[in-house]
T-cell receptor, first 115, second 112 residues
Framework: GDSVTQTEGQVALSEEDFLTIHCNYS??????LFWYVQYPGEGPQLLFR?????EKGSSRGFEATYDKGTTSFHLRKASVQESDSAVYYC??????????????FGQGTVLSVIP | GGIITQTPKFLIGQEGQKLTLKCQQN?????MYWYRQDSGKGLRLIYY???????QKGDLSEGYDASREKKSSFSLTVTSAQKNEMAVFLC???????????FGPGTRLTVL
């Protein structure tokens, strides 16, 4: 079945540090890839998505590029702020495996930014 | 805009008890979902529904029932609560395939 792997379970950075969260996927079809962010006490919300190889998704200074060759969708931000502290989820949707917009999530990465 | 409301916010039950979680959305979305969120394991799909009275099992449906009473509401029942089911349950809705899923704030389940 489909799967998403986030390498980092927790990341601790100082403000203005560069962020990378690694996301690799396995899917039988040609999936759409997503990054969601979850702030304390809230449900996840969409950061951005990408549907094609080499497509870049971006929002609020975060970006990720769909790489079909390496099956990756790594999240990056050049300069993090304390307000970016949250849990980040990589996810995919693959209609080839059936169902209607079923999302498969990675295990999540807890980002803590120290002021 | 719209909102997803989940009730209750906190649910405490005894082991073996049947417990029901409720979700309402006013986006007028066709598809609704129930996920379970465990620390370090991400979100796992329990049930989803693509229209009123439709139900589809997710990867984690064992031990749960669901009901889509009308377009705007989707309920989840824990048939016999177990201590290893303590988690946050998230409801979501979306317009259709590849569309953004909008999530509620969650119900935290504690089993005594």
């Amino acid at each position: 079945g489909d799967s998403v792997t986030q390498t980092e379970g927790q990341v601790a950075l100082s403000e203005e540090d560069f962020l990378t969260i690694h996301c690799n996927y396995s899917a039988s079809g040609y999936p759409t890839l997503f990054w969601y962010v979850q702030y304390p006490g809230e449900g996840p919300q969409l950061l951005f998505r990408a549907s094609r190889d080499k497509e870049k998704g971006s929002s609020r200074g975060f970006e990720a590029t769909y790489d079909k060759g390496t099956t990756s969708f790594h999240l990056r931000k050049a300069s993090v702020q304390e307000s970016d502290s949250a849990v980040y989820y990589c996810a995919l949707s693959d209609l080839a495996t059936g169902g209607n917009n079923k999302l498969t999530f990675g295990q999540g990465t807890v980002l803590s930014v120290i002021p | 805009g719209g909102i997803i409301t989940q009730t209750p916010k906190f649910l405490i039950g005894q082991e073996g008890q049947k417990l029901t979680l409720k979700c309402q959305q006013n986006f007028n979305h066709d598809t609704m979902y129930w996920y379970r969120q465990d620390s370090g394991k991400g979100l796992r799909l329990i049930y989803y529904s693509i229209t009123e009275n439709d139900l589809q099992k997710g990867d984690l449906s064992e031990g749960y029932d669901a009901s889509r009473e009308k377009k705007s509401s989707f309920s989840l029942t824990v048939t016999s609560a177990q201590k290893n089911e303590m988690a946050v349950f998230l409801c979501a809705s979306s317009l259709g395939p590849y569309a953004e899923q909008f999530f509620g704030p969650g119900t935290r389940l504690t089993v005594l």
